[in-house]
């Protein structure tokens, strides 16, 4: 049946839903990548009948978020877990984050699935240099103890505190002594989260970059990789080009992603991406696809999607998780449209409905009549009714 969708001027548009999802899409076992290493960032369900505020401690169902996870390593993607995606700092404190990488991780060892981890220092709101360190110092001794390979996220307090490019130098020479296993250094831009600008000493981010660089150095045998998230392709390749032999490139541009893990002569760019999260079982399959070598499949499937995630990941940027949330509803993996925070209210109806077009489209929707029924039933609640 038609859905009629409002578009951004107010005005209504006829869309005539999928009836036939895409195959790949249907849950099915994932042997392991060979080519590249390839994370998806995971959200965290909210417990809908939980009586909280926004500000209140997240309230999590625990079953479907762990389900969700399951789901992602079925098709053989490793699990990025309490991160952005995760809403650390946008709704997930780091109480609820600590149990969240707990869970995660033992549900890791009985499913046989990868999962990194992020540390960080959301337990403060500002505080000394000694206190930044002490923060990540105990959110990394917890995922250490849980198994879980560790992913030092950029820091808000870090941030506020540090005075100089040394600042940020002393505070992660000092974690990566102390790791105990090769990390993911994070790099996180302001349009993700506008508490971060001027990350490594710098707002000048070829300054930024040079001392981002110099920690890898000093530090090369404790790096596993680097997460970069600036949405910059050209920087995130002149970056790769200059690390360290055998220190990944992690993607985490969800703007410029098929180029970016396709490569080039000189290089190419593992992946750590939120949009893999509703991209799942079709970004799965195009690693596949470029693992036997075939890397004009690999874009032919991969490069659709980008028009998706750019609408998804449009400023304001940190609001992706949004739409995130709502395509997992939309697929079947949770029950509602309710997000911890409260942050389902952060995107409008005309952004749900495009993203729901863009979606279906690519026939991401398992069940694409469920899909259809529920932005009815959304439509209808915002009092479109035809």
Not at 168 to 196: K, S
């Given at each position: 049946m038609t859905l009629h969708l409002p578009d951004a001027n107010g005005t209504l548009r006829a869309y005539e839903p999928r009836t036939e999802p895409l195959a790949v899409t249907r849950e099915s076992p994932g042997s392991a990548f060979t080519s590249r290493t390839v994370f998806s960032a995971a959200h965290v369900v909210a417990d809908p009948y939980a009586d909280t505020t926004p500000d209140g401690p997240a309230a999590v169902d625990?079953?479907?978020?762990?389900?969700?996870?399951?789901?992602?390593?079925?098709?053989?993607?490793?699990?990025?877990?309490?991160?952005?995606?995760?809403?650390?700092g946008m709704g997930l404190d780091w109480a609820g984050a600590a149990e969240l990488i707990r869970r995660s991780a033992a549900e890791a060892k009985a499913a046989g699935g990868r999962i990194a981890c992020g540390v960080g220092t959301d337990q403060l709101t500002g505080g000394t240099l000694a206190e930044v360190r002490a923060a990540y110092e105990e959110q990394l001794a917890v995922v250490e103890e849980s198994g879980a390979q560790a992913i030092l996220m950029a820091s808000r307090a870090l941030a506020a505190t540090a005075k100089s490019p040394e600042d940020y130098l002393e505070v992660y020479g000092h974690l990566l002594r102390q790791a105990t296993e090769p990390v993911i250094l994070h790099w996180l831009g302001p349009m993700f989260d506008p508490a971060l600008e001027g990350y490594w000493g710098s707002s000048d981010l070829d300054a930024a970059t040079d001392t981002f660089l110099e920690v890898i150095a000093a530090h090369p045998d404790k790096v596993d990789g680097i997460k970069v998230s600036l949405l910059d392709a050209q920087r995130e390749i002149d970056l790769r080009r200059r690390l360290p032999q055998g220190v990944r490139c992690y993607t985490g541009d969800d703007?410029?992603?098929p180029e970016l893990i396709a490569g080039d002569d000189q290089g190419f760019s593992h992946a750590l991406l939120g949009i893999f999260d509703p991209l799942g079982p079709l970004a799965a399959e195009a690693v596949r696809v470029l693992d036997t070598g075939n890397t004009e499949g690999f874009r032919a499937l991969l490069d659709p999607t980008v028009e998706l995630s750019r609408?998804?990941?449009?400023?304001?940027?940190?609001?992706?998780?949004?739409?995130?949330?709502?395509?997992a509803w939309l697929a079947g993996h949770q029950s509602h449209f309710t997000m911890v925070g409260g942050l389902q209210s952060a995107r409008s109806l005309p952004h749900f409905a495009r993203a729901y077009e863009l979606a279906d489209g690519l026939?991401?929707?398992?069940?694409?009549?469920?899909?259809?029924?529920?932005?009815?039933?959304l439509l209808s609640l915002y009092g479109v009714n035809r």
């Amino acid at each position: 049946m038609t859905l009629h969708l409002p578009d951004a001027n107010g005005t209504l548009r006829a869309y005539e839903p999928r009836t036939e999802p895409l195959a790949v899409t249907r849950e099915s076992p994932g042997s392991a990548f060979t080519s590249r290493t390839v994370f998806s960032a995971a959200h965290v369900v909210a417990d809908p009948y939980a009586d909280t505020t926004p500000d209140g401690p997240a309230a999590v169902d625990w079953d479907a978020t762990l389900a969700f996870r399951r789901h992602l390593w079925s098709h053989g993607l490793g699990v990025a877990e309490a991160m952005d995606t995760a809403q650390r700092g946008m709704g997930l404190d780091w109480a609820g984050a600590a149990e969240l990488i707990r869970r995660s991780a033992a549900e890791a060892k009985a499913a046989g699935g990868r999962i990194a981890c992020g540390v960080g220092t959301d337990q403060l709101t500002g505080g000394t240099l000694a206190e930044v360190r002490a923060a990540y110092e105990e959110q990394l001794a917890v995922v250490e103890e849980s198994g879980a390979q560790a992913i030092l996220m950029a820091s808000r307090a870090l941030a506020a505190t540090a005075k100089s490019p040394e600042d940020y130098l002393e505070v992660y020479g000092h974690l990566l002594r102390q790791a105990t296993e090769p990390v993911i250094l994070h790099w996180l831009g302001p349009m993700f989260d506008p508490a971060l600008e001027g990350y490594w000493g710098s707002s000048d981010l070829d300054a930024a970059t040079d001392t981002f660089l110099e920690v890898i150095a000093a530090h090369p045998d404790k790096v596993d990789g680097i997460k970069v998230s600036l949405l910059d392709a050209q920087r995130e390749i002149d970056l790769r080009r200059r690390l360290p032999q055998g220190v990944r490139c992690y993607t985490g541009d969800d703007f410029n992603y098929p180029e970016l893990i396709a490569g080039d002569d000189q290089g190419f760019s593992h992946a750590l991406l939120g949009i893999f999260d509703p991209l799942g079982p079709l970004a799965a399959e195009a690693v596949r696809v470029l693992d036997t070598g075939n890397t004009e499949g690999f874009r032919a499937l991969l490069d659709p999607t980008v028009e998706l995630s750019r609408h998804l990941f449009q400023a304001p940027t940190r609001f992706y998780k949004t739409g995130v949330v709502f395509l997992a509803w939309l697929a079947g993996h949770q029950s509602h449209f309710t997000m911890v925070g409260g942050l389902q209210s952060a995107r409008s109806l005309p952004h749900f409905a495009r993203a729901y077009e863009l979606a279906d489209g690519l026939g991401l929707f398992p069940d694409p009549k469920l899909a259809e029924e529920r932005m009815r039933n959304l439509l209808s609640l915002y009092g479109v009714n035809r």
